[in-house]
């Protein structure tokens, strides 16, 4: 039989070899400690902002970290919600306003407006255009901005007329008056000029012995029908006269001479009423 001093001898053998394992499991733990301390856990996280949600699963510490992980670089204008030092926790959501300017040149057409005068010394649907509108030319700078890709508004920084913009101007009748001779068409003006005009009255009371009715041109003498002087303005020539309306240079006068013009009207009250004065005529075509 085994003596007891071999036994016992076995046995202290056998104890430093199980103190021997658990002391090189120890050292091994705490080396595992010391050589990873920043060993830390994975969070789930959903990104809102670049197209569709992006699901990610990250190891960083910070929304910020986990964002340049993902090739998000923030420029000082982006916007983070959390902020980019928050601490990340599983299952965040973070929405990303990512703004991009830009500043660009180019050059943009105006419009031309058009402005209308309601006068009732023409009749409705006659109609004059005083002025054709022309279009402008602008040479803009321009900063814009988009959100995440899309874009958000814009502003001009600098504009600089090229062409300027030309309005068009149109006169337009709201009278309803019985006219020997209305303007049945649209026209436009040719030349504005200003004469000296008088007025009269086509009876006996105004123009005795010649009161005759007919004009020079052969037409009938009435409201509408203006004298001139051939020499500045020709016979049968439409006109357009402010204060009186639209009218036919059919006649002439020896006292007509020059800038003078002398407007027909349907009273004798009428023509005194008027008198004499300088009015703007517009030559049509």
Known sequence: MIGYDVLSEISKKTNQKALWGILIGSVLIALGWFLFPFHSASYHLTIYGKGKPMEVVSGAKTVGEALRAQGIELKPQDVVAPPPSTPLSDGMEVDLGLVERKVKEEKKKVPYDTHVDYVDTMNVGE???VQLGKDGLVDQQIESFSLNGQEAFEKVLKSTVLVPTKNAKVLEGTALRQ???PLKKRAMVKKI???EATAYYPGPEDTWPYASGTTASGLKA???VVAVDPRVIKLKTF???EGYGFAIA???GGAIKGSKIDLCFDTYEQAVQFGRKKVKVYILR
Request: aromatic share 16%; proline share 0%.
């Open 239 to 241: 006109l357009y006269v």
């Open 179 to 181: 006219k020997l001779y």
């Open 193 to 195: 000029i200003t004469l």
């Open 222 to 224: 009435g409201y509408g």
């Open 250 to 252: 059919a006649d002439k």
């Open 127 to 129: 109609i004059i255009d």
